[in-house]
C-alpha cells in the first residue's frame, strides 16, 4: 500500500510536514475554538442525543415519516432531524423545546435565521 504524499501545513508561514492539511497544533487550535464558538459543540451529549431521538421518534409515531415544511408546505420525508425551536445562539435553552423537521428544511431554517 502506498503512502500518503506529506504537504505543507495549510497556514500561512507554518513549514510543518504531514499527511493532513494541517499540521498537529493548527488542528488543535482550529478544534478548541470549534469547540468555543459552536454552540452545538458543547450541548451535543449523549443526552441530548438520546432526547433528540426520542422526539422524532415521538413524531414518527404521531405522524409517520412527514416533514412539517419549514416555508413551505409538509412533505413526506424519511430523513427526520430534531431542532431546537428557539436557537441557543440566539438565546434558546439548550434543554428548550425541539421540533422536528427534515434535513432540508432544516437546513433552510438554519439559513435564513438573521446572523447574531
Same mark, same amino acid.
Given at each position: 500500500?502506498?503512502?500518503?504524499?506529506?504537504?505543507?501545513?495549510?497556514? @500561512?508561514?507554518?513549514?510543518?510536514?504531514? %499527511?493532513?492539511?494541517?499540521?498537529?497544533?493548527?488542528?488543535?487550535?482550529?478544534?478548541?475554538?470549534?469547540?468555543?464558538?459552536? %454552540?452545538?459543540?458543547? #450541548?451535543?451529549?449523549?443526552?441530548?442525543?438520546?432526547?433528540?431521538?426520542?422526539?422524532?421518534?415521538?413524531?414518527?409515531?404521531?405522524?409517520?415519516?412527514?416533514? @412539517?415544511?419549514?416555508?413551505?408546505?409538509?412533505?413526506?420525508?424519511?430523513?427526520? #432531524?430534531?431542532?431546537?425551536?428557539?436557537?441557543?445562539?440566539?438565546?434558546?435553552?439548550?434543554?428548550?423545546?425541539?421540533?422536528?423537521?427534515?434535513?432540508?428544511?432544516?437546513?433552510?431554517?438554519?439559513?435564513?435565521? %438573521?446572523?447574531?
Amino acid at each position: 500500500m502506498p503512502r500518503a504524499r506529506t504537504r505543507v501545513c495549510s497556514q @500561512p508561514g507554518c513549514h510543518h510536514m504531514q %499527511p493532513e492539511p494541517e499540521c498537529r497544533q493548527h488542528r488543535a487550535q482550529r478544534d478548541a475554538h470549534q469547540w468555543a464558538t459552536t %454552540p452545538t459543540k458543547r #450541548t451535543r451529549t449523549a443526552a441530548e442525543q438520546k432526547r433528540r431521538a426520542a422526539a422524532v421518534t415521538e413524531h414518527r409515531a404521531l405522524e409517520g415519516n412527514w416533514c @412539517p415544511g419549514h416555508n413551505r408546505p409538509g412533505h413526506p420525508s424519511t430523513d427526520l #432531524t430534531a431542532d431546537h425551536i428557539h436557537d441557543i445562539q440566539h438565546g434558546g435553552s439548550p434543554t428548550g423545546p425541539l421540533q422536528v423537521l427534515c434535513r432540508a428544511c432544516n437546513s433552510t431554517k438554519a439559513g435564513s435565521r %438573521p446572523s447574531p
